[in-house]
């Protein structure tokens, strides 16, 4: 990422759309995330106003990260939130990515955050919660592991409480799809509580019973059952 952050600042602000353009990776299977979060940590106001009506994908992806990143300040926080629910996963991908970033340096802000947003009616906005603070990196204490155990026990519980119908929503399977791993990381980083509550969750309800057993897949939980 320093890389990146350094070709950004020895190139003028008009310069940086072609930047972005020429080293997206897209069209392609993976957009350079590196660069993405090179952009939010450099990118100032200036640089989101002119690079924020840019249409395409990869900008846009780029632009919601710095939102995340920046989202301890009231207005930065209501462009993520807007961000998350973006139709575009790649932008919504970016918004977790910048959650990670504050995490990194304002993890009691993060907490704030995805702590209601875990609370939304929007199925996109609680996936970003999840996946924002379902990272690795950022749970390495108990308290910072029991938040990520709540964000995910509460965006269980709300999905579970939605009709039947309504589940098979792509935006509600989007959400089902980051809890199919998010519960595994939350309970790596401090076993006992987070293995507590996820042995706790209703097996009987079908979408449950899946988040489940997609968990009890990944490694990093299987070895600890």
């Known amino acids: 990422m320093t890389d990146w952050q350094e070709r950004l600042h020895q190139l003028p602000l008009e310069e940086w ?3 972005l353009d020429g080293n997206s990776g897209l069209p392609g299977p993976r ?8 952009f939010a940590m450099v990118a100032d106001e200036s640089a989101l106003r002119a690079l924020g009506s840019r249409d395409d994908e990869f900008t846009a992806m780029c632009v919601a990260t710095a ?6 300040a009231s207005e930065y926080a209501a ?3 807007r961000a998350a ?9 970016g918004v977790a990515t910048g959650l990670q970033l504050l995490g990194d340096r304002d993890f009691a802000r993060l907490t704030e955050i995805v702590t209601a ?3 939304s009616n929007d199925p996109l906005v609680q996936r970003a919660a999840v996946a924002g603070i379902c990272e690795p ?5 108990p308290a910072s592991a029991a938040v990520a155990d709540a964000v995910c026990e509460r965006a269980t519980a709300s999905l579970a409480r939605r009709p039947l119908a309504e589940r098979r929503d792509a935006d509600v399977r989007t959400l089902r799809q980051a809890l199919g791993y998010g519960w595994s990381v939350a309970i790596a980083a401090d076993p006992a509580p987070g293995l507590a ?23 990093r939980l299987s070895v600890l059952l």
């Open 197 to 219: 509550a996820f042995l706790a969750l209703d097996a009987s309800d079908t979408d449950v019973a899946w988040i489940i057993a997609e968990n009890r897949k990944k490694k």
């Open 31 to 38: 957009a350079n995330t590196a660069l993405a979060a090179a």
């Open 17 to 19: 759309a072609t930047l």
């Open 79 to 81: 462009a993520a939130l």
């Open 117 to 119: 947003w875990a609370e």
């Open 85 to 93: 629910s973006d139709g575009r996963w790649r932008v919504r991908e």
């Open 67 to 72: 939102y995340g990143a920046r989202a301890d």
């Open 137 to 141: 990196r950022l749970l390495r204490s």
